[in-house]
C-alpha cells in the first residue's frame, strides 16, 4: 500500500506561484508512474500532469503547458508540482496519484491510478 499526502496549497493571486509536494510512505514510489490531478466544484477530476516512473519522461495538459512542471526525488519518496503564472481556472483540490501505468496514452485516465492523496486545495483570485 502507498499512502499519498499532499501539501502546499493555498491561496495565491492571479500571475502568482505555488509548489505541490506530494509525499509518500508505506513502500518506495521508485517504480510507480505518479500523476497530478485537479477537480473543481461541480467537475469530474482533470489531469494535470504526469511523470514516469524513471523520471525522464513527462506528460502536460495543454492547459498547464508551459506553466506548470512536474518532477519527482525517488530518494525522497516525493513528487511536486510547480505551478507558475497561476490562473483564476486553476483554482480546485488537486491530487497526486501512483499507478503502474501500461499504455503511453493512458496517463491522463483517473482510472489508471491505484493510489490516491486525500487532496489540497488551490485557490487563486483574480
Known amino acids: 500500500q502507498v499512502q499519498l499526502v499532499e501539501s502546499g496549497g493555498g491561496l495565491v493571486q492571479a500571475g502568482g506561484s505555488l509548489t505541490l509536494s506530494c509525499r509518500a510512505s508505506?513502500?518506495?514510489?521508485?517504480?510507480?508512474?505518479m500523476g497530478w490531478f485537479r477537480q473543481a466544484p461541480g467537475k469530474e477530476h482533470e489531469f494535470v500532469a504526469a511523470?514516469?516512473?524513471?523520471?525522464?519522461?513527462?506528460d502536460y495538459a495543454e492547459s498547464v503547458k508551459g506553466r506548470f512542471t512536474i518532477f519527482r526525488d525517488n530518494a525522497k519518496n516525493t513528487v511536486w508540482l510547480q505551478m507558475n503564472g497561476l490562473k483564476p481556472e486553476d483554482t480546485a483540490v488537486y491530487f497526486c496519484?501512483?499507478?503502474?501505468?501500461?499504455?503511453?496514452?493512458?496517463?491522463?485516465?483517473?482510472?489508471?491510478?491505484?493510489?490516491w492523496g486525500q487532496g489540497t486545495q488551490v485557490t487563486v483570485s483574480s
Open positions: 496519484a501512483a499507478g503502474s501505468i501500461r499504455s503511453h496514452l493512458s496517463y491522463s485516465l483517473p482510472s489508471e491510478y491505484d493510489y
Open positions: 508505506g513502500r518506495s514510489i521508485s517504480s510507480y508512474d
Open positions: 511523470i514516469r516512473w524513471r523520471g525522464v519522461t513527462t
